[in-house]
């Protein structure tokens, strides 16, 4: 069971105050950020309804943790969940590219679930549980909550800034039952947390009444793609989509990095407001 021998401080700010630049902030520093309220009430009903119909298997360390991989084509709503306009209007601004879903899945946290250990999503050289997925170098990890994640029922943990430390101890190949400076996020339904990929992250125990659900989608940049190929979206699965959720199904190996790039290469520009030190700034 994941226990903790401190108590975790609770971020339970009003993230709905943050600007566009203080939101990049958190999730460039901090490694995560909420952003309040991006499904309607009528969203969350039909999301229930339609996740109460897949199946899930238990995770190896309890039946109480429940998923199910690659449910992005079993249509409704959660296939248009894929486009949600404001989750996608904040992605593309961050990313400033096209955006590719590389992958979508379901999860429920059940009362008696022992917490998911702190680990990262973003393994370089490829892994057993994610695959070369998590090779890419940047990817955002979108948990959309279908109830509300209150201090008893599983919210999500996080050790802020571990993404960027140089020593060994940020090995994004080590998993920690817990971490000091790990920090309690209670989120309320129809909000989502977004996560960088490579800090390290997971969720308390569900000592509550009802069960934590939650879809996750991962989405990268056009530019960034993984070190070795992975499996496609299916043609057939994709040509069925319609057209404002299958522009997010592009060739999950596409990348526009140059090998053979010079030191001067032809028309390189002067400024780039996506690295500017004044981004955090912008409304």
Known sequence: ????????????????????????RMLEVEGYLVLPNVLTEDQLAQLRAEAAEIHTKGADYSERQRTASAIAFRGGALTELVANPPTVAFLERLFGDD????????A???PGHPGISLHTDGQ???????????????????????????LE??????????????????????????????VMVPVKAGSAVLINHRV???????????????????YRPA????????????????????????????????????????????????????IDSGRWDRP
């Open 1 to 24: 069971m994941t226990t903790a021998t401190h108590t975790p401080r609770v971020d339970d700010r009003d993230w709905t105050k943050l600007t566009f630049g203080e939101q990049v």
């Open 124 to 150: 370089p050289w490829g892994s057993k549980i994610f695959g070369y997925e998590g090779s890419v170098p940047v990817l955002v990890r979108v948990l959309n909550y279908l109830e509300d994640l209150t």
């Open 200 to 218: 390290f992250h997971g969720n308390f125990p569900n000592v509550g009444e009802y069960a934590r659900e939650m879809l996750a989608i991962a």
């Open 108 to 110: 429920r946290s059940e």
């Open 223 to 274: 530019w960034g793609g993984p070190i070795q190929e992975v499996d496609l979206w299916p043609d057939d699965e994709v040509a069925k989509l319609p057209e404002d959720v299958r522009r997010f199904f592009g060739d999950k190996n596409m990348h526009k990095g140059d090998f053979h790039g010079g030191n001067k290469p032809p028309g390189m520009k002067s400024e780039a407001p996506g």
């Open 153 to 182: 029922v599983s919210p999500f943990r996080v050790v802020p800034r571990s993404h960027l430390s140089m020593h060994s101890d940020g090995n994004p190949y080590l998993r920690y039952e817990s971490h000091p400076d790990e």
């Open 99 to 106: 955006l590719i879903a590389m992958s979508y899945a379901y």
